[in-house]
């Protein structure tokens, strides 16, 4: 006879993957009356970056307000008449006014719920010590800045846990891991303990998986011709056992698509080295993972591993660098790539002579991208005689005033150079503050964590970590044996299904074969030397290669990949998000034979 903890069935939806994420995934999550648990991911380091700037003009804001005013509105009395607890981490760099915007609808609505808040992420009156005491960015080793605007350190689950014991019916965190929404329902409901690591790498799987909701559903997948009905997308619902293993589904009658492969693209996603996902509660181990598509709508994910996590966290802070602007203009014509380019050079080329005839400073950076040339593809482009482009100017300086004389130069190319110049009629671009994220690690012990339920606080105990294990080596796939029969090109995109993103300054390109048999193959012609030929063009670090035995995967990461990452970046793609897209057009020589398979 199973006991109940082996029948349990924990049910978890998840409504938002980012703060800007569609207002349907909330209500239709609880009007599923099919979760027990609704979770929010609202931040990511650019999101942060984008608080610490709001907080910086108006105080009392600094949270996903997104939350409170779309999400909550519409869907709290349900929630409260269902029973359904809400954990978020909403509260950004200020919680405290994410929970008191949230009291507000409550009194107004006649509600009360019991609304927990995590405290302790802010970890910014310390800087000056830690700058002091010599310690460096993670990723450049560069020294930590004078000013910063934030320093919030990345919490783990058990703080929300805590919250949920003592009763809590709505839990906002400020900066934690994205999973941790996640794992920590599932710690409070099967009782997991800080060493039940196998369980606990499979929580973190559970919440990886449906952190950027749609995701999970068919979104962003390799093959989206074979994803239905965009518009009513189903966002994800997991069933959750206290093995840690747990099923992945969406509401009835929504669109999406719930398949193995799109499951296996978001495992990848940003992961790193999958041997050693390093959270604060686990490292995870996701090699060996298995996925099983149980039937049309429902697929299983089981055999996440954990070892011991490190003793401390990852903090994630912002500066002020100075300041931005980008300014756009539409070419039409011949050769409007060509002239395009010409455009932003000679908007470069007035306003650095203004500049320099009122003696201020040159530009910091600068960059002119031409959308529609395939400027991100470099020497991989295939466009000849673009006939409609999009030029985008990108100018930073550390006066605001500076980038005004740039803002009002964009427009007067429409009538002094380029025949074909027009543009949608956006107006004059603005400077904005040019935040700048960066990273550190920091010691558990010097972050008190606690939990605040009105005027009770409660503090949460968190296991001091140490040196976290390296992950156990696995054999890489089996050699392939090189037929004798002629060889045939095609795109990588006959062979793998692939997810990219970013992690900071280094892309994480996730690569599944589609069929198990093709690993071997991919693993011959995709190697990392191939790879960092192909993005020679982007790419000035190292990169590195996974191997996933359990997906018949590989994971790449690309380091100093992406101009600086997020809102540091120039590109159009500061966040990687297209490279998987363009690795799959990469040629690949396979068995002629192989071919009439494909």
Known sequence: MPSPSDTKIVRIGGASGFWGDSMVGAPQLVNSGGIDYLVFDYLAETTMAILAAVRARKPEMGYATDFVDIAMKAVLPEVMKRGIKVVANAGGIHPQG?????????????????????????????????????????????????????????????????????????????????????????????????????????????????????????????????????????????????????????????????????????????????????????????????????????????????????????????????????????????????????????????????????????????????????????PHARTQGVREAWMRVVADHPMKAALEIFAREIAPSGTSWSPGTTGPGAGRPSPSPHIKPFAFLLDKARVPVQVRIGDQVLAVEIPAGGQASPAPALPDPAAWAEPDEPQVLVPLVKLAWARSGDKGNIANIGLIARRPEWLPLLWARVTPEVVARYFAHLVRGPVERFHLPGLHAMNILMHEALDGGGPASTRMDPLGKGMGQMLLDLPVAVPQSLVATL
């Open 98 to 378: 994410c929970a008191a915007a949230l009291q507000a609808l409550a009194d107004s609505l006649g509600l009360a719920p019991k609304i927990a808040v995590v405290e302790g992420d802010d970890v910014s009156a310390q800087m000056p010590a830690l700058r002091e005491a010599g310690t460096t960015d993670m990723f450049s080793a560069e020294p930590l800045p004078e000013k910063v605007l934030s320093a919030n350190a990345y919490l783990g689950a058990l703080p929300v846990a805590r919250a949920l014991a003592a009763g809590a019916d709505i839990v906002i965190t400020g900066r934690g891991v994205d999973s941790a929404v996640t794992l920590g329902p599932l710690i409070h409901e099967f009782g997991w303990s800080a060493e039940d690591y196998d369980a606990l790498a499979g929580g973190s799987l559970a919440g990886h998986i449906i952190e950027c909701g749609c995701q999970a559903t068919g979104g962003l997948h390799t093959d989206w011709q074979a994803v239905p009905d965009w518009a009513h997308i189903g966002y994800p619902i997991i069933h959750c056992r206290a093995d840690g293993s747990f099923d992945v589904t969406k509401p009835a009658g929504t669109g999406g698509a719930i398949l193995r492969a799109a499951i296996a693209e978001q495992l990848l996603y940003e992961i790193g080295d999958p041997g050693a996902y390093r959270l604060p509660d686990v490292c995870c181990d996701f090699r060996e993972v298995r996925i099983e598509q149980l039937d049309a709508e429902h697929v299983r994910v089981s055999g996440a591993r954990g070892r011991a996590p490190g003793g401390q966290y990852k903090v994630s802070a912002t500066q002020m660098t100075g300041w931005r602007c980008a300014g756009t203009m539409v070419i039409v014509g011949i050769d409007a790539a060509a002239k395009a380019r010409r455009t932003g050079e000679a908007i470069l080329e007035r306003t650095r002579g203004i500049l320099k005839g009122l003696g201020l400073p040159d530009y910091t950076r600068t960059a002119v991208t031409v959308l529609g040339d395939e400027t991100l593809y470099g």
